[in-house]
């Protein structure tokens, strides 16, 4: 049966175990089916004594799943098995199982597949009634180069061969628990032929094909589907957008795109809420920042008449358009969009800060054009002292004012909503303006 599933990724911004409720009672009334749960560096694991930076304990964890599930969610745990254990491999004390140096596992060392078997189980326990586990296993960046995986490979293994060997154990591991097995499929189809890279994988294995960006249905999905594996998709509700370092909203129209698009597909879907890049990457913004588009994926119904669609699409165009006089209103229209929730309201104000920060972006990379435009300009027309010193002493230091302003409103929102990150999300998002200290008059002779 055709269900949708919302991802959360908790490595980045999250509520509190006391703050979590509300979520999922709004993420329910979306319409989702299902929640995918990656606690990752979130619950101090007994299987990774030392590593993580948790939230949430494993009691606490497991009170999330059993409320989930009684709201009505099926849940389905998701761990990493070779891949994105950045967390983990960045210890010490786990440097032993890196590959060859790196942060991704060593799927040879001795240790890995029976660690990993361990963290399984103690899954089980925080999920004791998931029918599906989730193995990641996606974005494996190494594979084949230390001494034990290089032997290997001289012996007639190809790389493949070495994730997919891997990856088969963890299935089986899976199996042993009960739980049947879901995998990315993005290292199948980097493979020549990714429904025959599928099939070395168990028969019941389900296959994840994630596309982020763009309109299904996608080639990708029914190159795997020819595997005669289950196959699933998923959209990208928050994910690495490119325009990510510099803005805390994203473009809604493109993840508007993609999530209406995979809704279309003739199966079940995966609605994929990052909360990172990868765990030594910026914070992406709080899942206040994605509420419309939590609507839209859990409901295409609900969304194609819920009050915020036009105004959405309106903002992502205006946005996109990057006009100060367009934009300078919106703040004030966004706060009077009709709420139904306190979410609702959280979100609105969220989005209403996103607007105001994105014009302190936009006037930040006028200023830097600026700084450049007159350094070229003096050598043909000569410079106007006082115009300079408006454009890149005064308009720097206004700048600076505006986002010292702003910055503790922002914080507010993770204050009132108690949300984990303020202190990162406001260091990384502001860094970029200090390159307004790179801007300085010219010196005239
Ligand atoms: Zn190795």
């Known amino acids: 049966m055709k269900k949708r599933f919302l991802h959360l990724d908790f490595k980045g911004i999250v509520p509190g175990p006391d703050r ?35 939230v949430y304990s494993a009691k606490e964890a497991a009170g999330l799943v059993r409320l989930a599930e009684f709201l009505g969610f099926e849940t389905i745990p998701l761990m990493q098995v070779q891949g994105h254990l950045e967390w983990l491999l960045g210890e010490d004390a786990y440097a ?19 660690r990993l078997a361990a963290w399984m189980t103690e899954l089980r326990e925080i999920f004791p009634n998931s029918r599906y586990i989730h193995l990641g296993a996606d974005e494996v960046a190494h594979i084949g180069e230390c001494p034990l995986c290089r032997a290997r490979i001289e012996g007639g293994e190809t790389k493949f061969q070495l994730y ?15 739980f049947r097995p879901l995998v990315w499929g993005d290292m199948l189809l980097h493979e020549a032929d990714p429904a025959g890279a599928a099939r070395s994988l168990p028969q019941s294995t389900v296959i994840v094909d994630w596309k982020y960006w763009g309109r299904g249905p996608f080639g990708s999905t029914e190159k795997l589907r020819k595997s005669g594996h289950e196959v699933w998709g998923a959209s990208g509700v928050q994910c690495a957008w490119y325009e990510h370092f510099r803005q805390i909203l994203p473009f809604y129209e493109d993840r508007l795109e993609n999530i209406l698009g995979w809704n279309e597909f003739n199966g079940t879907v995966i609605h994929t809420t990052w909360g990172r890049s990868g765990n030594k990457y910026a914070l992406y913004p709080p899942w206040l920042m994605s509420l419309p588009l939590f609507v839209a994926a859990g409901d295409p119904e609900k969304w194609a008449v819920h009050p915020w669609r036009k105004k959405i699409e309106d903002l992502s165009r205006l946005l996109r358009r990057a006009l100060e006089f367009e934009l300078v209103r919106v ?47 003096c050598r043909f027309v000569g410079i ?46 502001s860094s970029q303006f200090r390159r307004l200290d790179n801007v300085r008059p010219l010196e005239l002779p």
């Open 384 to 429: 106007d002292r006082e115009t300079m010193m408006r454009d890149l002493a005064d308009a720097p230091a206004d700048l600076k004012r505006k986002v010292a302003e702003l910055l503790p409103r922002l914080g507010q929102v993770f204050d009132r909503n108690g949300l984990t990150g303020k202190e990162e999300f406001l260091a990384e998002f």
């Open 331 to 377: 703040p004030g229209n966004i706060r009077s969009w009709p709420a139904s929730c306190r979410l609702e309201e959280e979100s609105r104000e969220y989005i209403a800060l996103g607007v105001e920060f994105q014009m302190l972006v936009n006037r930040l990379l006028e200023i830097e054009a600026d700084h450049a435009a007159q350094l070229a300009s």
């Open 164 to 178: 997919a060997s891997h990856v088969e154990k963890l299935c089986l591991a899976a199996e042993k628990l009960n």
């Open 20 to 54: 979590i409720e509300e979520y999922l009672r709004c993420f329910r009334q979306c319409g989702f089916d299902g929640l995918v749960l990656e606690f990752d560096c979130r619950v101090r694991w007994k299987s990774w004594p030392g590593a993580g930076m948790p």
């Open 96 to 114: 032993h199982l890196r590959e060859n140096g790196t942060l991704t596992l060593c799927p040879s060392h001795p240790e890995a597949a029976e």
